[in-house]
């Protein structure tokens, strides 16, 4: 069809249709670009923590190292945005082809759980720094190509580039909450890195497409002069600390939970899947008066937050009470740093300050506070400092819009919360406490009251590692999950005496006293700081009569060297080792057990210490019993204490012989596990496969 140019109504209809079409096509292809190299990005994260944990191990510093490894590539993408990227235009696509460097995504290592930290930032530079780092780019590009297309229309109403950062940050939301529930249950690691290599691929040929869609805008090398208006100092100072604010908040919060509940795929993303959603609804220009009325009523309920979670019980309802409590401080703060957001012309500034605050703020969690707090300060101290930056509370005369008595009561709650959060999250009293990688580990006495004698209590978070009684004379008496007659001490009871035992995991000796003189134990114990508590506070290791050895170490992978050495065998491996109530899913592989089994002597056993507030992991161990043709029993997990310093431990116990476990009682402790024993049936945990949200599930169904 014609157009009669004579007809200039003809042309005014017609010709922008095309044009609108065209721009729409360019909307939704820059869009999936976005969504799609940000799934890869941080869909990439929890598969690298995966990957990394058979060689470092799974303490939760582990990961909190990794993700401000992450955030610092997040940096070195967005220097390159900012400096190189406007400049080189089209060649942009010759970068995409560097992190086929390393490709496919891959993670190998010397096995050193003990490493320096300096050696796991070092592997994953050499082996996964390429990819992240060009994803990383990805937003600000985009960003950067769709302002050069849009900048001659900008005042005509075109969107501006910022919905794309909200695209990219749904992107990274969906791929974190994807993975603990549909990827990692279902698929192994092995699969999941082959997946994400050829998603690489596809995310290349997509934004080749786009550059090609935006050709004529994308090979311009300069901005308009009129589009680079300047920016304040005190205003970027803002933009730092409204971003290293809440990225410190995101590590904090993770080592809190992750200490207690486990450091797996399933906590690392909950917080960053948190922190990533409090992006998307502050970055939109949309419901400004809303959020400007909600600013308060947000941190209301973070306060209200921090005070239930100042009760001194770590139970299944904090984590989503802290985590609550993140949320809505992070959306406070990130709200207020879209309400100072530049000029689009100056965009890549505004994110390279974004992604300076963000390393900075994770590294003084991850490698600052260690070394100068010995409790978990950093989690306040986050607290306070993004309510700083988010409200300015030198500004804070909201109380002014409403009547006198709400505004005395919001006041008097928010300073009362406040207060108390500055006193530390787990502030609580004793008379020892050390702080290393591994967590937080307090050493406490217990005043006689109700009849009950003194003792003293070891603990690592808000979990008890161990308990003796303070008296002399009952000093070698065994107590908590260890007491005589309880299920565990009847599991070592099974023992051909005297007897080669190794132990995983020290906490304060508490079970020594089962072992007699001409035994030889052997415990391995990955916290360093551990042997030199249980020596100086407790009394079990220096009054025991057995020869005791203790070795420091990952234990699997210290059988692991004994038995290359053709090492004595033992007659009883006792697995016990439990940081707070995480799980240490490494020791609980088929892989694990073969490293067991190929230690043990032909007729000794195994002893699994399952007991979690969190987790039934007996299912775990019968699949993997069954897997490699093993005889085993577990206790039912129904016997109520007798003794309030007594308490009944969950237990598994692995045999080659079924014979050797018949002397254990059938009954109302234990049962044989079968097919009828009333257990779930769980796939094999392997190095390559995990899948933590069965026994999560499974243990619920008990409370």
């Known amino acids: 069809m014609s157009i009669n140019a004579a007809n200039p109504s003809s042309s005014t209809v017609l010709n922008p249709a095309p044009l609108e079409a065209s721009w729409s096509q360019q909307r939704i292809a820059v869009a999936t670009m976005v969504f799609f190299g940000a799934f890869l990005a941080f869909g990439m994260e929890p598969i690298v923590g995966r990957m990394v944990t058979p060689y470092f191990g799974g303490a939760v510093y582990v990961w909190t190292i990794s993700l401000t490894m992450f955030q610092a590539l997040l940096l070195a993408g967005y220097l390159y945005a900012h400096f190189l990227a406007p400049r080189i235009g089209a060649w942009h696509l010759l970068v995409l082809l560097l992190p086929l460097l390393q490709w496919p995504l891959n993670f190998s290592a010397a096995i050193a759980p003990q490493a320096p930290i300096a050696t796991l930032i070092v592997d994953l530079l050499v082996q996964i720094s390429l990819p992240f780092a060009v994803l990383s780019t990805t937003a600000v590009v985009a960003q950067i190509w769709w302002h050069r297309a849009r900048v001659e229309t900008l005042e005509a109403g075109a969107s501006p580039p910022y919905f794309l950062y909200a695209i990219s940050n749904l992107g990274a939301l969906l791929a974190l909450f994807i993975y603990p529930f549909l990827i990692e249950p279902f698929f192994g690691v092995s699969v999941q890195r082959w997946a994400w290599s050829v998603g690489y691929l596809l995310y290349a040929a997509a934004t080749a497409w786009v550059c090609y869609l935006l050709r004529p805008q994308v090979r311009k090398v300069t901005q308009h002069a009129r589009a680079r208006p300047a920016i304040a100092t005190q205003r970027v100072l803002r933009w730092l600390l409204l971003s290293a604010a809440p990225s410190a908040l995101l590590l904090a919060v993770t080592n809190v939970i992750a200490t207690e509940v486990g450091s797996f795929p399933m906590v690392w993303v909950l917080p960053l899947a948190l922190y990533l959603a409090s992006f998307i609804l502050a970055f939109r220009d949309a419901g400004e008066s809303l959020f400007r009325r909600l600013d308060f009523w947000l941190l209301e309920i973070a306060v209200l937050a921090l005070l239930a979670a100042h009760l001194k019980v770590f139970g299944w309802w904090l984590p989503p009470v802290i985590l609550t409590s993140f949320f809505c401080l992070c959306l406070i703060a990130n709200r207020q740093l879209y309400r100072l957001r530049p000029d689009p012309a100056r965009l890549t500034d505004f994110y390279l300050a974004i992604a300076v605050g963000g390393v900075l703020g994770g590294a003084l969690v991850s490698l600052v506070a260690p070394l100068v707090f010995s409790e978990l300060m950093e989690y306040p101290v986050a607290v306070l400092a993004v309510v700083a930056a988010g409200l300015q509370l030198g500004r804070l005369n909201w109380w002014r819009k409403t009547t006198f008595e709400k505004g005395a009561m919001r006041g008097a709650v928010l300073m009362f919360g406040l207060s108390l959060t500055g006193l530390g999250y787990w502030s609580l009293s004793g008379i020892y406490a050390v702080r290393n990688l591994y967590g937080v580990s307090r050493v406490f006495d217990v005043i006689p009251r109700d009849g009950q004698p003194a003792y003293r209590i070891l603990a690592h978070g808000a979990t008890i590692h161990g308990m003796q009684y303070l008296d002399p004379a009952k000093r070698t008496e065994p107590i908590g999950y260890y007491y005589m007659g309880g299920a565990l001490q009847q599991a070592a009871s099974l023992r051909r005496t005297p007897a080669r035992v190794a132990m995983l995991g020290l906490g304060a000796g508490g079970a020594l006293p089962w072992f007699q003189a001409g035994e030889q134990v052997s415990i391995f114990e990955i916290d360093p700081d551990m042997e030199a508590l249980a020596r100086r506070w407790f009394g079990y290791l220096i009054d025991s009569p057995a020869r005791i050895d203790v070795h420091i170490g990952d234990a699997r992978l210290k059988l692991y060297e004994e038995q290359r050495r053709a090492a004595p065998l033992y007659d009883m491996i006792i697995i016990d080792a439990f940081s707070g109530d995480a799980v240490p899913t490494h020791l609980l592989t088929l892989d694990a057990l073969d490293v067991y089994l190929s230690r043990?002597?032909?007729?000794?056993?195994?002893?699994?210490?399952?007991?979690?507030?969190?987790?039934?992991?007996?299912?775990?161990?019968?699949?993997?019993?069954?897997?490699?043709?093993?005889?085993?029993?577990?206790?039912?997990?129904?016997?109520?204490?007798?003794?309030?310093?007594?308490?009944?431990?969950?237990?598994?116990?692995?045999?080659?012989?079924?014979?050797?476990?018949?002397?254990?009682?059938?009954?109302?402790?234990?049962?044989?596990?079968?097919?009828?024993?009333?257990?779930?049936?769980?796939?094999?945990?392997?190095?390559?496969?995990?899948?933590?949200?069965?026994?999560?599930?499974?243990?619920?169904?008990?409370?």
């Open 600 to 703: 043990l002597s032909d007729d000794g056993i195994i002893v699994f210490h399952v007991s979690n507030r969190f987790y039934d992991l007996r299912p775990v161990i019968k699949a993997a019993a069954r897997a490699r043709g093993l005889a085993a029993v577990v206790t039912k997990g129904t016997e109520a204490s007798k003794d309030r310093l007594n308490i009944n431990p969950w237990v598994a116990v692995v045999s080659r012989s079924s014979a050797r476990l018949t002397p254990l009682p059938l009954g109302d402790r234990w049962m044989a596990v079968s097919g009828t024993d009333g257990l779930p049936t769980f796939r094999v945990w392997t190095d390559d496969y995990i899948n933590i949200l069965a026994p999560l599930s499974n243990r619920s169904r008990h409370d």
